[in-house]
């Protein structure tokens, strides 16, 4: 990026060359352009300069939409970052903390950029976004227990690198998205389809590398376990930018068997309401080797399920606890296909077996973008057959909404609600996930989805959890609540749905870190001096 350090020599010339009065003041790109190039200590290896994007970059766009996951937030509307930061070295991170807090402007930190609602790469205010998409090394223990991966390495990237040092023996329970990145999936939670096994992936961390707001380098010995607590389900963004997590590998089959049984409607021999109901008294109960995906949606006025499962072993001792446990569902052997976990990756993203390679896994840039809206509630009671046909009736009325049933239960219930910041465990029976896409600009498609997606889940209110109704913290929703002031007031509303009894240690933590509210964005974690 010389282009940039040549103009900001030039501005600094022009300015102690020509009257007072007549200079026009730098802007505020290159002031903090000049301020990070000037930071010591820096590496001379990794001059931050070459990872500089300011709106006058010919990049800057690019690496902007890069890691836009929704186009809702990104278009010609949208407030852009005074500068984005890619960064390559930890120098580069203490840089973009030290001059973003001394011009006073926001940080927004992008890993993944998975982001449902756009937080990691907008504000109201100026800001500058650190990208970690450049730190991505995964660095695996010759032993095979433990691997360093760093916030930019993508889930994808880890578990191909995992499966093939292991040579298929391990694996790591996270989400079934390849593209999402370490640092913020992680922080938030991490669930996927080995979580009644495994539990999250924060249950399987065990150490983290990062940068807090004074710009030290701590790791789990030096931050102390509260604040390695907090990192775990309640946000690192909030908190501090994480450099690397420590994981814990867990060991997988040579062989796992998946499935996908669809059904429609109520016809016939096939009772979708009955086999809903079912899963409900199954799914959260059933061996803990095997989870089952439910998900709903509609189309020409007829209700369709899917069930998507995973089971670590062979086919026989699934079609044993299938046909003892859930025999209504029919799985036959001919339907379950046994494969590699790491092959399973691609299958739970709808890629029939055999038809790509692997690697797939390692793409960063999707093919195309799309607009979308995600949602969360929790379920902690069956949902009775009425309450089903009432939900079947209104999703036939707003065809544009799927729901995803994702049981818990099993390594989810033994973990205490406490042991880390992410608080729903025991008593919940699944998670929904609302999901809402579309694909063409404008606002009336958008008002359309964004309504149906709330009919939904307003008629979903009677079946959830209460008081708070809890939230998921991966699945961003500034529905819930969002904060302009920073204040507690504003924090706890979406706090509470978000952390439940465990938001107020969040709030202590927070406190006692960042008293400053640095580290602050529109569902950030809120500090005590505002209350």
């Known amino acids: 990026m010389t282009s940039l350090t040549t103009q900001t020599l030039i501005i600094t010339i022009f300015l102690l060359t020509i009257p007072t009065s007549f200079a026009s003041p730098p802007s505020l790109e290159d002031v903090f352009a000049q301020c990070v190039t000037d930071f010591k200590p820096s590496n001379p290896k990794s001059p931050i300069q070459n990872y500089i994007y300011t709106q006058r970059s010919p990049n800057f766009l690019t690496i902007l939409n890069n890691y836009v996951r929704n186009l809702r937030y990104f278009n010609n509307m949208t407030r852009k970052p005074v500068a984005i930061v890619a960064a390559a070295d930890v120098t580069h991170i203490q840089a973009t903390i030290t001059c973003a807090k001394k011009l006073g402007l926001q940080l927004r930190i992008r890993s993944g950029g998975h982001d449902y609602d756009g937080m990691s790469y907008l504000s109201t205010i100026d800001f500058v976004v650190l990208d970690m998409f450049n730190l991505r090394s995964i660095n695996i223990d010759p032993k095979l227990d433990t691997a360093w991966v760093q916030s930019g390495a993508t889930l994808g990237e880890i578990y191909y690198g995992v499966a093939n040092k292991s040579n298929d023996l391990r ?71 994480v450099l690397a997590w420590k994981i814990k590998l867990v060991p997988v089959p040579a062989k796992v068997t998946v499935f996908n049984i669809e059904t429609f409607g109520n016809t016939g021999s096939v009772n979708t309401t009955e086999l809903v109901a079912k899963w409900q008294e199954i799914a959260d109960k059933i061996d803990n080797d095997l989870f089952i995906r439910l998900t709903l949606g509609s189309s020409n006025k007829t209700v369709k399920a899917s069930f998507m499962g995973m089971y670590l072993g062979n086919s026989s001792n699934l079609l044993e606890i299938m046909n003892a446990k859930f025999p209504e569902l029919g799985l036959i052997k001919r339907e379950c296909i046994e494969m590699k976990w790491i092959e399973s990756v691609l299958f739970w993203l709808g890629i029939p077996p055999g038809t790509a390679p692997t690697t797939n896994m390692l793409n960063r840039i999707p093919q195309k973008q799309i607009y979308l809206k995600r949602k969360s509630d929790y379920v902690q009671k069956p949902i009775s057959r009425t309450g089903l046909e009432s939900i079947f009736k209104i999703m036939t ?44 600009p404008g606002e009336a498609v958008a008002k359309d989805c964004l309504s149906q997606t709330e009919r939904l889940f307003e008629a979903m209110s009677p079946y959830v959890s209460k008081n708070p109704r809890e939230a998921f913290l991966n699945y961003r929703d500034v529905d819930i609540g969002k904060s302009l002031n920073s204040t507690y007031e504003e924090g706890k509303v979406y706090g509470v749905k978000y952390f439940k009894d465990n938001f107020e240690k969040l709030v202590k933590i927070k406190s006692r870190v960042d008293p400053d509210n640095f580290f602050r964005y529109e569902q950030s974690i809120p500090v005590l001096s505002s209350h």
């Not at 924060?202 to 990192?231: H, T």
């Not at 239960?409 to 609302?434: C, D, L, V, W």
């Open 171 to 241: 694996g790591f329970p996270a989400g079934i998205c390849p593209g999402l990145g370490a640092g913020g999936h992680f922080s938030g939670g991490g669930y996927g389809n080995m979580m009644r096994k495994y539990g999250l992936s924060i249950d399987n961390i065990i150490d983290a590398k990062i940068v807090d707001a004074k710009g030290r380098v701590l790791d789990r010995s030096s931050m102390g376990e509260d604040l390695f607590w907090a990192l775990r389900g309640g946000g690192a963004a909030s908190f501090c930018v």
């Open 397 to 440: 009325e707003n065809e544009n909404v799927t729901m995803a049933f994702n049981p818990y239960g099993g390594r989810m219930s033994e973990i205490p609600s406490t042991e880390t910041a992410f608080p729903h465990r025991a008593g919940n029976m699944f998670k929904i996930q609302y999901a809402a896409n579309w694909f063409v």
